[in-house]
């Protein structure tokens, strides 16, 4: 399985955009990417799921250059409550098996 | 809110004690997945169950064991507990190869 890499930490500030890449060298041909979001005392929330160039949806954007040796999300404008713990993984399609990173806490700041 | 929910919200168990722990799966799920998340980590799979029977592992020890039932609720067991299990323990549920829906966790502590 595929190995992901993300900072540990961001912060940022309402309003603003902030972006939060995650590395995984080893993808497979036939994995894709997924990005969950975690509150304190819940449990994760699909985000969005990508396999290659862009995808886009009401929450976020997904950005995935052509080698796919790493991915990008998107949030625009956060907000106080976008502050949360974002993980990266890498698996075939709508794997059972979810393997997860430690994450990236992201605090966002009034 | 996803529709899973778990039982109980927190527990507190002595060292060497059993520990059942519960998930009631959305409706129209029939895989139950849990998983457990130590403080500051992320969620570590333990197994998945569909329809009743497991269907995969992660690499936990066998104290630690499920069940799923008929109506695809499902039930998480660990024996001789240990410090280290104290960890906040998610339910997942899906139709078989779709999207995960996790619950909010049962928060384990032992003493």
């Known amino acids: 399985l595929a190995k992901t890499t993300q900072p540990i930490s961001m912060d940022s500030y309402e309003g603003q955009e902030v972006n939060i890449t995650c590395s995984h060298n080893n993808i497979a041909t036939n994995d894709y990417i997924t990005w969950y979001q975690q509150f304190p005392s819940q449990g994760p929330r699909f985000i969005i799921q990508?396999?290659?160039t862009k995808v886009t949806n009401e929450v976020a954007s997904l950005f995935i250059p052509a080698d796919r040796k790493s991915s990008t999300l998107s949030l625009p404008r956060v907000s106080l409550s976008d502050t949360a713990v974002y993980y990266c993984?890498?698996?075939?399609?709508?794997?059972?098996?979810?393997?997860f990173g430690t994450g990236t806490r992201l605090q966002v700041f009034p | 809110e996803t529709g899973v929910t778990q039982s109980p919200t927190h527990l507190i168990k002595t060292r060497g004690q059993q520990v059942t722990l519960r998930c009631s799966s959305q409706s129209g799920h029939n895989t139950v997945s849990w998983y457990q998340q130590a403080l500051g980590q992320g969620p570590q799979f333990i197994f998945q169950?569909?329809?009743?029977?497991?269907?995969g592992r992660g690499n936990f020890p066998p104290r630690f064991s499920g069940l799923q039932f008929p109506n695809y609720s499902s039930e998480l067991n660990v024996n001789a507990l240990e410090l280290d299990d104290s960890a906040l323990y998610l339910c997942?549920?899906?139709?078989?190869?779709?999207?995960?829906?996790f619950g909010p966790g049962t928060r384990l502590t032992v003493t």
């Open positions: 169950y569909y329809r009743e029977e497991e269907n």
């Open positions: 993984l890498v698996g075939t399609y709508n794997t059972d098996k979810l393997i």
């Open positions: 990508g396999y290659k």
């Open positions: 997942a549920s899906n139709d078989r190869g779709q999207e995960q829906y």
